[in-house]
């Protein structure tokens, strides 16, 4: 999962990392302070070297006051942009569907991401890029969209109806699941 969070990191171009050290509570001071060294060498070399690691548990809320502060104090607002046409970068996507789900039960494929401009509505067009990616009778590489319509969007449990940039988001459309299953549109 923190290879995965490294790799969105990248591709998001995120300047300002911050790397939480959580359930400290459960293991013993030398421990802590060896994961703590484990996590530097980790991301060594990453776009996340240098970044702050704070000790946490999350559980026990401690250290959570050092975390707010550093959020408020060191990392600006970033501008958003809600006028340009929308562009969500997919990081994850997937199939929500039960294996055995009963055809007019199932429901299409869902992109997770962030919106970088724009915003995103329920019952809203969409192009997915690059979309199905084939090789043609030469080998060369062809790109076909995917056309498809916003039936739902969610985050951090709540349903939207629009989505502005800013955080994570979950896109609910009427592509085919097969073709957002493990990651796929990514």
Same mark, same amino acid.
């Not at 995120?14 to 421990?31: G, R, T, V, Y």
């Not at 240098?50 to 970033?78: D, F, M, R």
């Given at each position: ?21 959580n359930?400290i ?12 060294e ?7 070399g990453?776009?996340a ?45 997937f199939? &929500?569907? =039960?294996? *055995?789900? @009963?055809? #007019?039960?199932?429901?299409g494929? /869902?992109?997770?991401g +962030?919106?970088?401009?724009g &915003?995103? =509505?329920? *019952?809203? @067009?969409? #192009?997915?890029?690059?979309?199905l /990616?084939?090789?043609? +009778? ?10 498809s ?14 989505a502005v ?22």
């Amino acid at each position: 999962q923190t290879s995965e969070h490294l790799a969105a990191i990248e591709i998001m171009k995120l300047k300002h990392i911050l790397i939480l050290q959580n359930k400290i509570d459960l293991i013993k001071e030398a421990q802590a302070l060896e994961q703590h060294e484990q996590i530097l060498k980790f991301i060594e070399g990453t776009v996340a070297e240098g970044a702050p690691v704070i000790p946490i548990s999350a559980q026990l809320k401690y250290n959570i006051e050092v975390v707010c502060e550093y959020i408020t104090k060191k990392i600006p607002i970033p501008v958003r942009d809600f006028t340009s046409e929308p562009r969500l970068i997919i990081i994850r996507s997937f199939d &929500v569907n =039960k294996p *055995g789900s @009963e055809v #007019e039960e199932l429901r299409g494929g /869902v992109a997770g991401g +962030s919106i970088l401009r724009g &915003v995103l =509505k329920v *019952g809203q @067009e969409i #192009e997915i890029r690059p979309g199905l /990616v084939s090789k043609d +009778s030469e080998g060369k590489l062809t790109c076909q969209p995917i056309f498809s319509r916003i039936v739902s969007l969610f985050a951090e449990q709540n349903d939207l109806m629009y989505a502005v940039p800013g955080g994570l988001i979950g896109v609910g459309t009427k592509v085919d699941p097969t073709l957002c299953r493990a990651d796929r549109m990514v």
